[in-house]
């Protein structure tokens, strides 16, 4: 009886241990998320995270036309010393014929797909992400969530353009010569007439996302 009372005992201890074994902090600037050359995230991890730990998916800013995920290192340095895990991701840009915010919106998509598939290894969670980003990266992280059936946790947007059909907002990106990236940005603005070009401007807005549901991953 004693024999067998100490083999539990050491069962009991063994699985205690496994349980609260230490897991090393890890950072990786350059991790594949995809099939394209721009499909790459740079990965902040805390010591000791587990499935709970929060974990942020940062889009950083650039017009949509420019920037790189090795800008916000700085950020993800600090989100991890305060034990939060984050995964910094690249996308394509947006480009005058092939590439609009409806494929950015699909890279997010494999992006976030690739988390969840690798989670068990990294030891983090698979779903309540939050999502951070600024400028044209926080528009994107405004609007991904809005369009997909993701469980999220929370939005963070800094210096957001979140209604692109406002007159005011429309005139200043005329003034700056910022206008033609927008109309980049879809690619139905290309055939589209004067009359239906407001309804386009409307769809990529953050503030008038929740009527559309639609994320094109061609």
């Not at 036309?65 to 840009?93: H, T, Y």
């Not at 609009?100 to 988390?115: E, G």
């Not at 603005?189 to 990529?204: H, K, T």
Request: aromatic share 12%.
């Amino acid at each position: 009886m004693k024999r067998l009372l100490f083999m539990a005992m050491l069962t009991i201890t063994g699985y205690a241990y496994a349980q609260k074994a230490y897991v090393a902090s890890e950072k990786n600037y350059d991790v594949s998320y995809g099939s394209f050359p721009s499909s790459q995230m740079g990965l902040y991890l805390p010591f000791n995270r587990t499935p709970e730990t929060h974990f942020i998916i940062v889009i950083h800013g650039g017009g949509w036309v420019a920037g790189d995920k090795k800008g916000d290192r700085g950020s993800q340095q600090i989100l991890m010393e305060q034990g939060i895990a984050s995964a910094n991701i690249n996308c394509r840009f947006v480009d005058s014929l092939y590439t609009h915010y409806q494929a950015m919106l699909a890279d997010i998509d494999s992006a976030v797909n690739f988390c969840i598939a690798i989670a068990d290894k990294w030891h983090t969670r698979k779903t309540n992400f939050i999502f951070m980003g600024a400028s044209a990266g926080g528009h994107l992280a405004l609007l991904y969530p809005y369009l997909t059936n993701r469980k999220v946790s929370a939005i963070i947007a800094e210096c957001v353009s979140a209604d692109l059909a406002d007159t005011a907002m429309l005139r200043y990106e005329t003034s700056n010569g910022l206008l033609n990236i927008i109309k980049q940005n879809d690619r139905r603005y290309l055939f589209a007439g004067s009359a239906n070009r407001s309804e386009i401007y409307d769809q990529q807005s953050c503030l008038s996302c929740t009527k559309y549901s639609d994320i094109d991953h061609s």
